[in-house]
């Protein structure tokens, strides 16, 4: 059964620090993705990044990176000078490849609550 | 373009009662889920349509819950005799197609209170 664990339940830091999010996964399945969602206190999940199990390359995106390592099964986001913008609840979810356009539904974490202090 | 919407926003009933939830996924998607988020459960997965295919069911918590969708679009949720468990926020999701390959959009959720 796939699962997902974010230890860090709430998390504050100053604006213009760097904080990193981190996500442990299980899964016993070779072919998979990972996401980070991020919900703004206005409810709407948003997508930030996918990544396919093959792929470890880190991948940055502004203020935005990701450290994918599947030797620790964790796929941890950091952002870099942050923002009070970047407060909101981010969560990470994995899916496992279905054959013939199966389910594969997304299995969230329990979510890191961010808030940045001004 | 267009995004995922669902109706209602906000929906307070009494326990007991039905009700349905609607989700307008993005055109051509073909893919359509729906998740709850409740402070006890987390984000849980509960149904997942594909094209004409039969659904698959297994996140429904009970057989109070049931949904369909119609001409591979729009999909409605239903609750039928309302519990106080069953306040949550009711999350509708669609991809291009399914597949880890292609990201679910979410809409903005129903807020369901049962009082």
């Known amino acids: 059964a796939q699962k997902v664990t974010q230890a860090q339940t709430e998390i504050s830091v100053v604006e213009k620090e760097d904080v990193t999010l981190d996500c442990v996964y299980e899964?016993?399945?070779?072919?998979?993705?990972l996401f980070w969602y991020k919900q703004p206190p206005s409810g709407e999940l948003v997508f930030l990044i996918r990544?396919?199990?093959?792929?470890?390359q880190n991948e940055i995106s502004g203020r935005y990176s990701w450290n994918f390592q599947k030797s620790t099964s964790s796929f941890n986001f950091t952002i870099t000078a942050s923002q009070v913008v970047d407060s909101a609840v981010y969560f990470c979810?994995?899916?496992?490849?279905?054959?013939?356009?199966?389910?594969?539904?997304?299995?969230f974490g329990t979510g890191t609550r961010l808030t940045i202090i001004p | 373009g267009a995004g995922v919407s669902q109706s209602p926003s906000n929906k307070v009933t009494e326990k007991g009662k039905d009700v349905e939830l609607r989700c307008d996924p993005i055109?051509?998607?073909?893919?359509l889920y729906w998740y709850r988020q409740s402070l006890g459960q987390g984000l849980e997965f509960l149904i997942y349509?594909?094209?004409?295919?039969?659904?698959?069911k297994s996140g429904l918590p009970s057989d109070r819950f049931s949904a369909e969708r119609t001409g591979g679009s729009v999909s409605t949720l239903t609750i039928q005799r309302t519990q106080q468990e069953d306040s949550a926020v009711y999350l509708c999701?669609?991809?291009?197609?399914?597949?880890?390959?292609?990201?679910?959009?979410f809409g903005p959720g129903t807020r369901l209170t049962v009082t």
């Open positions: 999701a669609s991809s291009l197609v399914p597949g880890g390959a292609y990201e679910q959009y």
């Open positions: 899964t016993r399945d070779t072919t998979y993705y």
């Open positions: 990544r396919n199990s093959f792929d470890e």
């Open positions: 979810a994995l899916s496992e490849e279905e054959a013939n356009f199966g389910n594969e539904k997304l299995t």
């Open positions: 055109s051509g998607h073909t893919a």
């Open positions: 349509f594909q094209g004409n295919s039969a659904p698959d």
